[in-house]
């Protein structure tokens, strides 16, 4: 079994985020306007959650989420609403000893005055959107959890060969680059070389480039090369979940390589087993074709036809069908009906 190069891999968290950089970000996105003075940006996000405070509204506190953000949706704004001024009040005294790290209000609704004099009186940034709740809730949940999900960095590359995600990885020099490069030149899209950032969102692994190295690549030799330049932006990914694991390794007689696919190989990468090929390299040899028909398996494995427990399955009957003296003519279930010796 081929060693393990990801087990080792340093997984970072990240602790906070703050409001003045989530709105700065990603305000465009989420549609928000702000209700208070820039000074209150100074708060942070601390959950990847995000809670509508309903019950807390109608008094039950023992649960309330009150590290993450705080969403007024259209069932909380009419609740308000039905309350009454001296409600409200009542409502968010009993909502001031928490401090949220913000305040959304959905809908384009504006929000009450009661609201306003609590985020006020502790400083906590108040917004409003112009997206539904679920819209916003969407899109800010999936911004959080990719913020806060665990991640890490890894030596290797990682391109987009027929929709899978292949992340090759090997020694220095091995060819990761080389084969890369001649993926492109095929078709296919890089997402990132020789540095790729990858981190634990939901139930899968996914690959981004360095920010600054982006889509340049170094061919020993070469130099540095831009591949949107060169090849046009159709070769580049931003990012993409990784679903193949590539270990290129240089041929030694002395290490035996898989050769039916039955026993396949799984490299654990932050909690997330992903399937492992590993290739040996010699001279000659078309790396190319080989990782796409890589691809192409994969994806057929995908779609539940597996060549290599298909083709076995098919073995074994013979060899039982042979041991218990049936007849079997493997030419004639081989060649068409038509077939002539003279043709």
């Known amino acids: 079994m081929a060693e393990s190069r990801l087990k080792d891999i340093k997984v970072l968290h990240r602790e906070k985020l703050s409001v003045r950089d ?9 549609q928000l306007a702000l209700h208070s003075p820039e000074e209150d940006l100074n708060t942070n996000i601390a959950e ?12 039950y506190t023992k649960v309330y989420s009150s590290e993450q953000i705080q969403v007024v ?19 968010f005294e009993s909502l001031s000893v928490f401090k949220a790290p913000m305040w959304v209000v959905t809908h384009a609704q504006m929000p009450h005055p009661e609201l306003r004099a609590m985020c006020s009186k502790l400083h906590i940034p108040l917004f409003s959107t112009t997206l539904h709740t679920y819209e916003f809730n969407k899109i800010a949940q999936r911004i959080l959890e990719e913020f806060f999900a665990p991640h890490a960095t890894i030596h290797g590359s990682l391109v987009d060969v027929y929709g899978i995600g292949m992340l ?7 060819g990761k680059s080389e084969c890369v490069l001649d993926l492109v030149e095929s078709g296919h899209r890089m997402v990132a070389d020789d540095v790729v950032h990858v981190s634990h969102v939901g139930n899968v692994i996914i690959g981004r480039p360095d920010p600054l190295i982006r889509h340049h690549m170094e061919i020993r030799g ?12 159709h070769a580049i990914r931003k990012v993409k979940k990784i679903e193949v694991i590539v270990e290129l390794q240089p041929w030694s007689q002395n290490v035996s390589y898989e050769r039916t696919g039955l026993n396949e190989l799984d490299e654990v990468v932050m909690g997330v087993s992903i399937p492992k090929i590993v290739i ?22 995908m779609n539940g036809q597996n060549v290599a427990r298909d083709f076995n399955e098919n073995l074994m009957q013979k060899i039982k069908a042979k041991a218990k003296g049936e007849y079997t003519d493997d030419l004639l279930e081989m060649e068409p009906e038509n077939w002539s010796p003279y043709e």
């Open 168 to 174: 090759f990885v090997g020694d220095s020099n091995v």
């Open 22 to 30: 989530f709105f700065c970000r990603y305000g465009k996105d989420l």
């Open 48 to 59: 990847s959650g995000i809670h509508r405070p309903g019950l807390a509204m109608a008094g």
């Open 280 to 301: 040996p390299v010699s001279p000659g040899k078309n790396l190319t074709v080989i990782c796409e028909v890589i691809a192409m398996n994969a994806l057929m494995k």
């Open 73 to 91: 949706g259209h069932t909380e704004w009419n609740y308000l609403e039905s309350l009454g001024t001296a409600g409200r009040v009542k409502v």
């Open 222 to 233: 070469v130099g540095l090369l831009d591949i949107r330049s060169m090849f046009g932006i």
